[in-house]
Structure formats: structure tokens, C-alpha cells
């Protein structure tokens, strides 16, 4: 039996102590941006930490400015082989609001579905850490099977990609040497859909901004000022209004000159691929694209630019009602940005549009919250194309290039700090509703998860 | 000497222990918006209540659906007088954000200013207790003088003015026959300026709404629906932003047909009146009027209908940063309208403006919170006569008729229930900061104020 098959059985033997060795996990609350769980944050590096050192790796937790990293070492694979660092993160989204989640976001269940499949339940369940351990637990199979791994594996996992990770950048400076490997294999993405496997090979980047509008320098009484006095709820709803054309795309002068259109061969093998935009909207009660008009839905999340609103406040919003005009109004907003496009343009070009819609009586002051640009994988790639292979002959269909909307700016430090290029292999599903309530995992993802695992890492070794 | 020249002697010599009377009365947090003060609201009219019973009125704690009215009578006055209903209410707008407070809000404090004047602190030191006590206080002084009022009185202190009066038409239609009186006179309003007097006789009406935008039927992640899936966060902002037009206008279709352009000889009049639209906005730190372009200052904010935002809440907004695209957003709403303008057509056109700007697969819902008319007193009255040359007699400059933006819906209450015309004398300023953080009442206010209220009873007795 091939060291591949042999671990393959391993799985499937261990299956349920890998599904409870996930639920140890998820009951840490490592919510990243929350000061208040600094401490599971440390709990959940050494908890990882404690696992990979039991399963020989030389690991260690390494603090940094804010969440610890965790660092780990096979020692014992053969000469030759190529070397690989996976990389996950193991901080988790807030959970609010905490109402609507159907069981407590970190006391996680084991929920069969009609379908035969079950759910794994709780916050961070699918993002990440139920993707961060497909690859552990396809090791600890690789181990208990044949005593070695195939390659020559490294693993940094995170603990502040959640809030856009402020420490990567100089930790990877500080551990260039050490982390360098031939690839990066990043598990943090999705399946093209619950039967077929896919490789990211686009994703867009981020901008993030926070922006405070003042006018009067006090709360007035809308019965004596209202009408002359400038409304900063109504300016900033002018400004987030201002951003968006009618016809759904961006309103900031020269935004596009930067966007790259897509590449006629991947336009066209994304119309060839099964990709429901009916059902996908359908599957949150929406029925409308509200991107570019032009533009399919699948473009619109992978391809194209957009801007989001992710909160306003601002005056009075308790109960009853309380004719004030307040003093500020504050929103938090971000783009996705695509190939092509500078993060640092980008930020500048929105806060000069903001600003000129600004009255000369009132400010604006902007905060950032991080910032990375789009990613673009060859797809020409030996790699790429050896794990395609291997996702194909597990999952029996043919294995996907896709695009995500969602940014990993860690595949663009990766690049430009060490070099490497990122293999993005990910098993979660469009309906996991991660940083969302009731956040979930298929069993099923699990499961075939660290079986693919067991297969690119043979396929890898072949190259 | 005269029984008004034995009033206005016995309020000097009273000035202070009426001072205390008031700081009694803002002691009492008596919020009506928020149900956890209700015992507040019953406590309030109490204290009143037994006040105007040791002063000899007969008066009783009426209760209402919510919070309690007090009503009372005096019988002692002369036979062929006049009778007055003065009206006034007791409870006060919430206190948030209390961080702003320079001084405990319901702690009330007389404190020196550098004119010589002083400031008594609190929230409803101004809005409406201290307007209220000075009828009262001017009433005690008749009585001590002189043993009798020279006009048949009788008082209705309201405990819900702040939350649109719900109580206020079934009580009066179920007293009407004991409320009736030949004028009401209501001290709820501003002076022109700190030596003006003025009686109001034009004053806006409101339309209170808020309105709930819900688009996808969870919470999304920005990453993975981000363009495609309609944001009700930006839907929102498109909304309110479309109600206003880049000249300051309101943009609904129709919405100016109703409105009656300001009487040729009252604009004169204003156009006389020491109005500096200049220090109006920049005692608030403003100096770029923000209602129709073409209008001056005071007509926006008296003579012109306006719309204003009063709270947005949707989203996250926490610290840190979260990509959420969520599932619904909040918006708290009013209109001021003027002359003509029906508050029901006026909000069915809102809702309809609105409806007609939401995306085919999101839902707007609206809750309404309180509508009533503009009021427009006529000019060529003889009560409002007296009291005009009552007030220029003592503050010794000629008394002005002025409009507000503010909406006292039970100006109209009194017109439509009981044929009553109101006369809207009050003695607040611009800056006393009512609704806001930091209210004050001017002690010039509330002693004059007084002795205002002596006089313009000795008038209209003449009458």
C-alpha cells in the first residue's frame, strides 16, 4: 500500500476524534478584535502549539505587538523533497448580533442534515479554524500511518487576520530565513460548490476606512436650527450615496483607469462553470444584483471593485424618538479592489471624493483599517496544476480555477516579503455564513478536507 | 398701588426662594421617553400639583394612558373677567450623551455669568420647566400681593410634550367642558433675542417617521456577496440623500405645492427685526446655511418646511473593523411643515418617495412617530395685543411677533378641540441648549419672565 492509500485509511479510522479535536478548538472565543479576548487569543496559539508538538513537530508560540503567532517544524522528511509552509489563522470574527445565533456561538454541536451530511457548528468552525485543521489532521494521518510526512512542511498559523494583520509583515521580515519554502499553501477559501473543488486563484484586496463627519460643534433641537444648520446624518448620507452610480458601479472619478478587465480565457471558463447567481442571491432572500449592470454576478464578487457600507452611527436611535441633530455621524466602509489597482490610490481618491462633498462648515476625518492589494496566481504553474490533480481524483470532478471576493492579504506578503507564490486550497462552502450568525462547517468538507490534503501532499512529493 | 405694582413688588422680594422652587422642580428626572422614568413622570406632577393646591387652586393628578396631566382651577377671581387656560409641560427630553454634561443634569446649579446674569442648569431648565414656573411664580406673587388673580385661571401642565402628546386629544375631549376657557397661553417658546420679547404666532408642525431598511435575510460577508448583494446600508444613505436636492430644497415631487409663501408685510417685518443669521450659526459653530438656497436664514428655519435625519444605527459599529454587509438598517426621521401643509399627506408622499428608491428585493418599513399641523396665529387679535404692549412695557423695547421652527402640536390640539386661540409667550433664548447637553435657563429669563406674566395679566383683565 502506497505511504498516500495508507494514510487515506487513517482517516477515515479517526475521523470522529478529528471532528472533537476541531470542537476543542472552536470553544475558544479568539475573537481577534476585541481586546476583552486577548487571553483566548494566547490560549488558542498554545492550544495549536500543544497539537503540533505532539505530533513532532518543533513548534512554538511567538508573541508579537498584539495576537501570537505559532510557528512549527518537521524535522523528518527525506531529503529532496519540496519544502512547503501552510499558512491558516486562528482568530475568529466578533458574534454579534448574539440573538440570532440558533446555539451558543462557542459551545459547538454535531448537527445531522437531512441531506446525510452533518454540520459542524459555532464561530470559526468554517473560518478558519475547521480549515486550518483539514491540514493538521491530514498530517497527524500522514504521521500515524507511515511516521513521516511526504514533504518537508512548515506551518505559521495567525492570529490577527481578522483584523487585518497588522504583525505579519514584521514578523515574515524577522522569520524570512526561516519560512521560506518553495509554496505557501493557504487553506481559507471556498469550494466552487459542495461537489466540486477549486483553487483560488484571484482574490480582490482590501481598503478599509472609518470616516467622522462634525458639523455643529453641539447636538441642537432640530425646531429652532432645523433647515440651516448642516445635518452631519444627512452629509454623510450624501457622501455614501455619492459613491455609487445608478447603475451600480463606483462614482469615484478615475476609479476604474486602474482595472484590469478579465482575461478572455477565464471569462470564458467561468460561463462553462455551474455558477448559480439566482441561487446564489436566492440563498439570502435576494433576488437583484446590485453591482455593476453590466457585469454577471459571478464578475461582480470575483473580478470587479466594490464598496460596502458596514455601519453608521450616528444621533438618536433608542426608543421613542428625539428631534436632535446631532453633532457627528460616523460610518465604517470598505472597497474590494482587483488587479491592477493601488490600495494607497484607492484610499486617497475616496477621501478626496468624500471631502469635496463635505460643506466648507463641516469636517471629515478619515481612519484607516487596513489595506492590500488583489492577487493574481499564474495558472500556469507546476504546482497549481499537480494539486489540481489531486483535488480532481479525490473529489472525482474536475477541480476548479476560481476567483473570491474576499481579500487574504497574507498571499501578498508572502509574495513580496519571501517570494512565494500561494497555492489558495480551500473546502468551505457559500452558505457557511461566516462572520454571520450560526457559522458552520460541513462534516463533509472536513472529511473529504484532510483526505485532499493527504493527496496534494503525495502529489506535491512527485515533483 | 396698584394690584400689579403689589405683584411685581412681591416677585422682587421672592426672586431667590422661587429660584429654589425651580431647582425642586429639575430635580425630578422626569424623561417621558423612556418607560424606566415613569415613576419620575408621576412624581413630577405631584410636586406640581401640590404646589398649585398651597398657592389655592384645586387641583388634581389626572392619569392618562402614559403620564399623568395636572389640572387646576382658581375660584377666587372676580366675577366678568376673562378666563385662561395656561398650559405648560413637565417632562424633559433624554439627557444623552450624558459624558457631555458639565454639570449633573437633574443636579441644577445657579451659576454666575460675566454680564451679571446667571445661569440655572439642568435638563428642563429651560424646555419646560423654568417657562412653566413662571406663570406659577407670577400667579404666588398675585396671591400674596393682592389675595386674588385679576383673571379667572386655570392650568393643564402635560406630562408627554416631548413624545408627541398621545394622551393630549382624548383628554381634552373628554374635558372640554371643564378646560374651555377665552384664551390658552402656553410658555413654550423663545424670546428674539436677550432684550426682545416676542409672542409667537407662526410655528411649524412635525412629522415624525422611522424607517427600516432590510435587504439579504442574514448578515453577509462582505468578501463573498460584496457588489452583488443589495446593502441596506447604502440603500439607506440613497434614500436620505435623495430627500434633499443639492439647493437645499426637499426633492419629493410635489412637496412645495401646499406650502404658502411667507404674507409680503410679515416678511417686512422680519426683514426689520435684528436677526444675525451669522451669530445664529456661529454660536453653534456653523456659518454655511444649509436649507433652500434662495431663502434667508430665517425663513428656512421659521417660515420654510425641512427635513432632518435624528439617528442612523445599522451594521457594525464597534471598534475595530468587521466586513459585514448586515441584514437591515434604522433611521429616525422628522419633517417640519409649514402653513398648508397636511402631515398625512405629507408623510404618505415620504413613503412613497422612499418606497419607490428601494431595490425590488428589499423591504422599507415605516413607523410613525407623532404628525401635526403648522399653526399661524391671526395678527389683528386683541388678547395678543395687550400682551404684545404688556410685554414692551416691561422690557421697555417693542414686543415682536415671530415664528419658530419648533412644532407645538397642542396649539393645534386647542384650536381644533376647543376653538381656543393660544397667545405663545415665552422667555428662553436661542442658546439655552434644550435637547442638547448642558441646558440653562437665564435667570433674566425666569425673573422677567415672572414679571412679565404679573403684567400681561393685569392687561388682559383691562380688556
Known sequence: ?????????????????????????????????????ADDCRRAAQWLCDELTSLGFDASVRPTGQHPMVVA???????????????????????????????????????????????????????????????????????AANGTLPLKVSILL????????????????????ELKAD??????????????????????????????VTCADRDLHSGIFG?????????????????RAPDGSIAIEGFYDDVKDLPEAVRAQWSRLPFDAEGFLGMVGLSQPAGEADRPVIEQVWARPSFEVHGIQGGFTGNGF??????????????????????DKVRAAFRDHCRARVPADCTIEFAEHGGSAATVQPHDSPM???????????????AACAGTGGSIPIVTAFKDQLGMDALLVGFARFDNRIHSPNEKYDLSSYHKGIRSWVRIMAKLAEG
Open 227 to 243: 433647515n440651516a444648520a448642516a445635518n452631519p446624518l444627512q452629509v454623510l448620507a450624501n457622501v455614501l450615496a455619492s459613491l
Open 158 to 177: 495567525e492570529g490577527e487576520e481578522e483584523i487585518a494583520s497588522p504583525s505579519l509583515a514584521p514578523f515574515l521580515e524577522a522569520t524570512a530565513q
Open 322 to 343: 428625539k428631534t436632535v441633530i446631532p453633532s457627528t455621524a460616523m460610518a465604517k466602509v470598505s472597497f474590494r479592489i482587483v488587479d491592477g489597482q493601488d490600495p
Open 73 to 143: 517544524h518537521d524535522r523528518d522528511a527525506p531529503a529532496g523533497v519540496p519544502h512547503v509552509l501552510f499558512y491558516g489563522h486562528y482568530d475568529v470574527q466578533p458574534v454579534d448580533p448574539i440573538a440570532l445565533w440558533q446555539r451558543p456561538p462557542f459551545e459547538p454541536a454535531r448537527v445531522p442534515q437531512p441531506d446525510g451530511d452533518s454540520w459542524i457548528t459555532g464561530r470559526g468552525a468554517s473560518d478558519d479554524k475547521g480549515q486550518l485543521m483539514t491540514f493538521i489532521e491530514a498530517c497527524r494521518a500522514f504521521k
Open 384 to 398: 497549481l496544476n499537480r494539486a489540481l490533480a489531486a483535488l480532481t481524483e479525490e473529489w472525482q470532478t474536475e
Open 183 to 212: 509554496v505557501v499553501l493557504v487553506c481559507d477559501t471556498d469550494m466552487w460548490d459542495k461537489d466540486t473543488p477549486a483553487i483560488t486563484t484571484m482574490m480582490r484586496g482590501l481598503v478599509g476606512e472609518e470616516i467622522t
Open 1 to 37: 500500500m502506497s505511504a498516500e492509500q495508507a494514510a487515506l485509511q487513517s482517516v477515515e479510522a479517526t475521523i470522529d476524534t478529528s471532528v472533537e479535536r476541531l470542537m476543542d478548538l472552536i470553544r475558544i472565543p479568539s475573537i481577534s478584535t476585541d481586546p476583552a479576548h
